[in-house]
Every structure is written in structure tokens, then in C-alpha cells.
């Protein structure tokens, strides 16, 4: 695989010398950065383009290419260099600035140099296979020992988590019956939850997040050295009440002493993390690791997967640009307010806090006042809310708490949805508690700007894998008297989780404001969002949609290449303007479809592109699919080939079907040992077969004594079917007979021999 990988670029490269002629450093050093890519894919590493390193002298460099292990923890390096500088010179003056000097390679199109722990251990000629394979290989063998450690404590973790997690249900359950401190702790963090979450929130769900919050908070304390945040964060605060009611003195070490190596890998490894950006990765990578080491069904359920930055960088660029082109004010002008209603990890809050970077006294009245970011799951709350504050002290050199990070079910969260312009804001309550209070303060708001990525079950493919979204009578009732009355389809799955954030979001924005999403695809050609069409044409004046495919039933065309988050549904990232005063007309609809691309270069297609480049399709949006063929929906518009319902009905009930007959063809209960591709390894198979039954029974007539089920059936020789058994216990003999061999039709387009 290496030495294919080497000859591939070997040819690529003479291929571009010979088009381009060129000397310059980016035309030949991309075959090798090929290379490198496809052979860090084959190591579970990324590769990431312009890698941004804070160095100890705490200056901001770009190497050409970093490999990131999936938790964004450094693993090497890799530098180009102009074949007319001289490569010594250039790479002395890289580590005078502060190149790592771990594991790197230097290269120009002649030399490749690496650097292992501080000093060059091989220089190799580019244009000689196996001096340049054996360079690679060292390259891609070497890691750091916390780096070897921290992996290891990974995989351990997973396995130990289960009985850390039993341990601690139990303690609670038993703590719960015999503490009525620990249980009234409960109750009371109880009933916060069901006025923020959701009147459903269960003591169950409380015990859940008190397990998530025990098990994670030396965590976040330890990657951004930020001891303090359990006292900081207001629910973190009341959790921690309910912990502190918990526990004996020196119990929960003892409950967690299992998962002090993964504590500590987490700690040593943080610590080789020297910026700001990176730790965030860092802490993002380990949350969603785990998340799904620890519940992975409520992992797909709420879309536990973070954004990545490109996609994120881009939108606010786009929605920036929107905002001033259709309402003639940027996202940081006062009055402008902006939510991300399923932040997860903090993103877009914490990308839109760098993007306002360069306006330090606009920015904190943005921080304080308008932006705003809500979060239902208590692990990646918390994430996000230290990612937020961590990075406006990044930028501000000050703390200030974000007080504007909801704990709370957008979807549930309704008082504010429906208002239009004249409206009396009236939702002054009289609880006192801090999280519910702040959940008002946003409702009182007029959100301009919704941005993010709310979240679909990206792995659920089938309604029976039984990981049902809970309903929302409100928003439901909303779907229903707009998206599926306007559907002619007859199956709706309007319930979708991102199609009831569109809902909410379009009720929210009230008369006038933008939309950003990054949802799945399925809105722009699927037949059952043709209501969705429908409606959102009437709603909008005008939406952009930029159609990055993805989807793994397609190929090539809109729909298809890979997927810029790794799954299996495609995916479209849109903007939907709103505006006061819409004309009658559906709106103008800008469509664009990305390449049938690779993953990264979808991501790098989006850092380098503006929306003002994008070269969109514009039209009047309509219900019929916006591009292309529609997904075929099968029930709907395909003869099925046969049909249960045929069994029963003629056609004039109406019931269509290319096969009316229906049979199960030949029953064999053995089709591994009695159908085969060739003749002879058939025979060969069910002579083996007879002959085995023949020696049991010979055994039997010779009067031996035999357990049948234990020594004969029980053994797993052949296959004992019921005939079988009943052959041999009535001591009937069985010979093999070449003419029982036929061609028969296999499951049931394979054409086979079978006995
Ligand atoms: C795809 S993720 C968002 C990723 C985020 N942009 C990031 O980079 O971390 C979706 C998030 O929405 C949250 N979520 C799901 N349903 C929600 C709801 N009804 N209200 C609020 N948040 C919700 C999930 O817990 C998850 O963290």
C-alpha cells in the first residue's frame, strides 16, 4: 500500500513537472501533500492545511501540514520548501521561529528531510521510492510516549466505563433510599430541570446528568486549567450541591480510581497543547468521544458531533455578508442579536467571538447582550460554556461569564415564537433561579440571526432502530398546519429533528432576521419536504442553499462525493432571509451544488470561498425539487416487484405488483451445505455430509451406546436437521446421488448448483 502510494505520487509529480515546468513551492509539493494525506487516512491521523501553531515565544506560526490524531492532539509535521532556497538555511530560520522539532519533515522537490525528538534522523532523495518509503515509515512510527499513553487510556476507558457506571447508579440508588438530604438535593434539582428542559425530564434523566457531570468535571477542569468553573457555572453550581450530598469523604475517588489513568493521560496530554484553539479542539474531540463511550444512543439522538470549523468560519462570513446586503447591517452592529439554539460545544459563539476580534468595545457589549446560545445535554453545555468564556479571555484579556448560555430544550422553548413587530413582551415569571431567568432574558429578545447545526439522527435509518425523537406538541402542531398540509406526499417524516428546528427558527425570527443552518440535505429534492417547499417559499423572500452532497446512496451529480462530517447523509448548508415586506411571489432561490469531492476538499473548498464568489443558480423556488432527479422515494412512486397485499386482493382492488406468485422456493434449512457455486465442491461437501451421518450410523447398528443430543447433534459436524434426525434414529441409510444435482436460482438472482 506505501510503496503505491510513493509510485502514485512519483507519477503525479513528473505528470505536474512536465504541464507546469514549474519550480515554485505549491505546484510540485502537492502530489507529496497527496501523499502525505492518503497515507495519514490509512493511520487514522487528518491531515489539516496551514496549520496554525502558538509557539513558546508565543508567536503564531502556519506549517504547511499538521497530523492530527482524532482528538486534535498533534502527531507531525510537514514543511515545503522553493527547490531554489537552500533547505538548510530555511529549515535552521523555521526553528529559529519556533518549528516543532518532535517529528517533521522538511522537503523541496529534490530532499526530504525529518526530524525526530530534536534532531534529523534521515534525508532522503524525493525521486527514490524506497529511501523515500522508509523516511515515511519512520515519520508516520514515531509518537510521543503521553501521546502512546493517553491512546491507550482511551480504549481502556471504554472498556472500564460500564462498571464505573453501574457502580456509581447503585450508589445513588442506595444514597437515595437512605439519605433524605441527598434525596430532597435531588428533588430540588429536579424541578429546575422540568421548568427549563421539559415538564418530562424523569428523576432518571437528573441521576443521568449527575453521573455525566461527576464523571467529567476534573476533566474540563484539568485541559483548561480552570479549576473554578464548578463554582462559576450557575449549573454546575446546583449539581454540584447534589454531588456534594452524595458522596462520603474519599468515596468518589474511590468509585472513579479506575479512570485515574485516562484522568491523567488527559492532563499530560493537555498540557503538550500550547494554544488556545487546539485545547478547544481538544476538549471537543474528548467530549464526543465520550459521549458515545458512554451513551451512544443518546449520542445520535441529539447529534453529538461538532461542527467543523470551516463549515462554521464560512457561515458566519455568509451570514455577515447577508445581513448587510438584504438589512444593511454587519453582525457586530449594535441591536444585531444572534443565536445558535443547539450550540453544543460552543462553535459559532466561539468563532463568532474570533470574526468580531478586531472591535474590542463592540465585542463586549455583543458578549454581554447579544449573542445568545442554547444547549439541552449537560456535558457539552458545559463544554461550550467554558470554550466561550475561555476564548473571550483569549481575546479580551478579561473574564466575564457569558450569561447568555441557556440550559434548555430549544424546541420546548416556545414563549417567544410568533412575534411580529408591535409585539408587548410579557413574560416576567417570578422564579428567581438564575438559569430560568436567563431563559426569559432571551425570550424577551428580538433574535435577528438563528446560525447553527442543529441536530438529525444521522445514524437512525429506519424508524425501527428505536431511538425515537420524544414529540413537541407545539412545534408538531406548527409542522402539521404548514409543512404537511402543503405535502401532497401520502408518508410524511416531517417529525425530523432539523425540520422541526426549521420551524422553530422561522417562528422565532419573527418578521424580519436570517437564518443559517447546516442540516441535511433532504429539504432541497426529497419528496415528502415538497410541503416544506411549499411553505418556506411563502415565508422567506429569498434563501441561499449550498448543497455539499455527501449522501452514500449517490455517487456523482448533487447529492453525491463524500461527507463533510463523516456520515451518511448528505448534507446542505442554507440561508433564508425574511423579510417585512415580502412580495406575494415564492422567493428567490439560489442554488448551488459542490463537486462530487473528496470530505477534506469540500471542507477546503468552503475556507477558501466567499458567497459573493459562489456562482448560484438563481430561480423562483417551487415544491418540486430544487435540483435533479428527486430522491426516489420507493413506496411511493415505484412498482414494487411483489407485494404481500397481491396474496389476498386481485387488481382490481387496486394493489399493484409485478409478481403475483409467491413462494419461499426450496426449502433446504441447509444452504451451506447443499448449494454451491461449483459442481465438484458441492458434491464434495454433501459427500462429507453423508459420509459423516454414515459413520453415526454405523456406530448406532453396532449397538454402541450414543446420547444423540449431547455426542451426535450437539457436536456441530453437520447440520442435524429435524429430517436428519429422524433419518438416522429410524437407521435408515443414505447414499449419494449425482442426479440430484440441479442449477437452481439462489436468494434469488444467483444462479447456482444445488443437491
Ligand atoms: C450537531 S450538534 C451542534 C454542534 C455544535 N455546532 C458544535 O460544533 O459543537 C447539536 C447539538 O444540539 C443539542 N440539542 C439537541 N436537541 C436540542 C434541543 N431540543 N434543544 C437544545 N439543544 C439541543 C445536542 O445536545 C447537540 O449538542
Not at 498533534?74 to 537552500?86: I, L, N, Q, S, T
Not at 523555521?94 to 518532535?102: A, H, Q, S
Not at 420524544?470 to 402542531?477: F, K, M, V
Not at 441561499?544 to 463523516?566: E, K, Q
Amino acid at each position: 500500500m506505501s510503496r503505491q502510494l510513493i509510485n502514485e505520487y512519483r507519477a503525479e509529480f513528473d505528470r505536474l513537472r512536465q504541464i507546469s515546468g514549474s519550480r515554485r513551492e505549491g505546484v510540485l509539493s502537492e502530489p507529496f501533500k497527496d501523499l502525505l494525506k492518503r497515507w495519514s487516512r490509512s493511520q487514522d491521523l487528518q491531515f489539516v492545511a496551514q496549520h496554525h501553531i502558538l509557539t513558546p515565544q508565543k508567536t503564531n506560526i502556519y506549517v504547511d501540514g499538521a497530523l492530527l490524531h482524532t482528538l486534535r492532539v498533534p502527531f507531525g509535521y510537514w514543511e515545503a520548501k522553493d527547490a531554489d532556497d537552500d533547505l538548510d538555511t530555511e529549515i535552521a530560520a523555521k526553528f529559529r521561529k519556533g518549528y516543532p522539532k518532535d517529528n517533521i519533515i522538511f522537503s523541496d522537490d529534490h530532499t526530504a528531510v525529518l526530524w525526530q525528538d530534536g534532531r534529523e534522523v534521515m534525508r532522503v532523495p524525493m525521486d527514490e521510492a524506497e529511501p523515500l518509503e522508509r523516511l515515511l515509515i519512520l515519520f508516520f512510527g514515531h509518537e510521543r510516549q503521553e501521546i502512546a499513553d493517553f491512546k491507550r487510556a482511551v480504549k481502556r476507558f471504554a472498556a472500564d466505563l460500564p462498571a464505573i457506571l453501574e457502580a456509581l447508579r447503585d450508589r445513588i440508588a442506595e444514597k437515595h433510599a437512605a439519605s433524605s438530604r441527598f434525596a430532597a438535593a435531588i428533588a430540588d434539582f429536579h424541578a429546575h430541570a422540568k421548568d427549563a428542559i421539559n415538564p418530562s425530564v424523569s428523576e432518571d434523566d437528573v441521576r443521568e446528568m449527575l453521573i455525566q457531570h461527576i464523571l467529567t468535571e476534573d476533566i474540563f477542569a484539568k485541559v483548561f486549567d480552570n479549576p473554578e468553573f464548578h463554582e462559576h457555572n450557575n449549573v454546575a453550581k446546583e449539581l454540584k450541591k447534589v454531588e456534594d450530598a452524595l458522596f462520603d469523604r474519599g468515596e468518589k475517588a474511590q468509585l472513579l480510581r479506575a479512570l485515574a489513568p485516562y484522568y491523567a493521560g488527559i492532563a499530560s496530554t493537555a498540557a503538550l497543547i500550547q494554544s488556545h484553539s487546539e485545547k478547544q479542539g481538544f476538549l471537543k474531540g474528548l467530549y464526543e468521544n465520550f459521549y458515545k463511550v458512554y451513551n451512544p444512543a443518546a449520542a445520535d439522538r441529539l447529534g453529538v458531533v461538532y461542527t467543523p470549523g470551516e463549515i462554521v468560519r464560512f457561515m458566519i462570513r455568509s451570514a455577515d455578508w447577508l445581513c448587510e446586503q438584504h438589512f444593511g447591517k454587519n453582525l457586530i452592529d449594535p441591536g444585531v442579536e444572534i443565536l445558535d439554539p443547539a450550540t453544543g460545544t460552543g462553535t459559532f459563539i466561539v468563532e463568532l467571538l474570533e470574526y468580531f476580534r478586531g472591535y474590542p468595545d463592540k465585542l463586549r457589549h455583543k458578549y454581554k447582550e447579544e449573542l445568545h446560545a442554547n444547549e439541552v445535554a449537560i456535558l457539552p453545555y458545559y463544554v461550550a460554556n467554558l470554550n466561550i468564556e475561555a476564548t473571550y479571555q483569549a481575546i479580551s484579556g478579561q473574564f466575564a461569564e457569558f450569561e447568555n448560555l441557556c440550559f434548555v430544550d430549544t424546541l420546548d422553548n416556545v414563549d417567544a415564537l410568533g412575534i411580529h413587530s408591535g409585539h408587548q413582551f410579557d413574560l416576567l415569571g417570578a422564579l428567581s433561579d438564575e438559569n430560568i431567568e436567563r431563559i426569559k432574558r432571551q425570550n424577551r429578545r428580538k433574535i435577528s440571526v438563528i446560525i447553527g447545526n442543529p441536530p438529525y439522527n444521522a445514524n437512525q435509518q429506519n424508524e425501527n432502530d428505536n431511538n425515537k425523537n420524544r414529540a413537541y406538541a407545539h412545534i408538531d402542531r406548527r409542522i402539521k398546519n404548514t409543512y404537511i398540509r402543503a405535502s401532497t406526499a401520502q408518508k410524511t417524516k416531517l417529525y425530523d429533528m432539523y425540520a422541526r428546528f426549521f420551524r422553530w427558527a422561522s417562528d422565532r425570527v419573527g418578521d424580519e432576521g436570517i437564518i443559517a443552518f447546516v442540516t441535511n440535505r433532504s429539504f432541497v429534492d426529497a419528496r415528502t419536504f415538497d410541503g416544506f417547499r411549499e411553505i418556506a417559499g411563502s415565508e422567506f423572500s429569498r434563501a441561499y442553499v449550498i448543497d455539499l452532497g455527501g449522501d452514500y446512496r449517490r455517487r456523482g451529480g448533487p447529492g453525491g462525493g463524500g461527507n463533510v462530517f463523516g456520515i451518511g447523509t448528505g448534507v446542505a448548508i442554507s440561508f433564508w432571509i425574511k423579510q417585512r415586506a415580502k412580495s406575494v411571489e415564492p422567493m428567490l432561490l439560489d442554488y448551488h451544488h459542490t463537486e462530487a469531492a473528496a470530505q477534506e476538499d469540500k471542507l477546503s473548498w468552503l475556507a477558501r470561498t466567499d458567497i459573493q464568489s459562489i456562482p448560484f443558480r438563481t430561480a423562483r423556488s417551487t415544491r418540486e425539487p430544487w435540483i435533479g432527479e428527486p430522491e426516489i422515494d420507493f413506496d411511493d412512486t415505484m412498482l414494487p416487484l411483489a407485494d404481500p397485499k397481491m396474496k389476498t386482493s386481485d387488481a382490481r382492488g387496486g394493489d399493484r405488483a409485478i409478481f403475483r406468485l409467491y413462494s419461499l422456493g426450496v426449502v433446504s434449512a441447509r444452504d451451506e451445505w447443499v448449494w454451491d457455486r461449483e459442481r465438484a465442491s458441492l458434491e464434495a461437501k454433501v459427500e462429507h455430509h453423508i459420509a459423516v451421518y454414515g459413520t453415526w450410523l454405523r456406530a448406532l447398528n453396532s449397538g454402541t451406546k450414543i446420547d444423540l443430543e449431547k455426542d451426535v447433534y450437539g457436536r456441530g459436524e453437520i447440520k442435524w436437521s429435524r429430517l436428519q434426525r429422524t433419518a438416522l434414529e429410524r437407521h435408515e441409510e443414505i447414499t449419494f446421488d449425482a442426479v440430484a444435482i440441479r442449477r437452481g436460482f439462489y436468494r434469488p438472482f444467483n444462479r447456482q448448483w444445488f443437491y
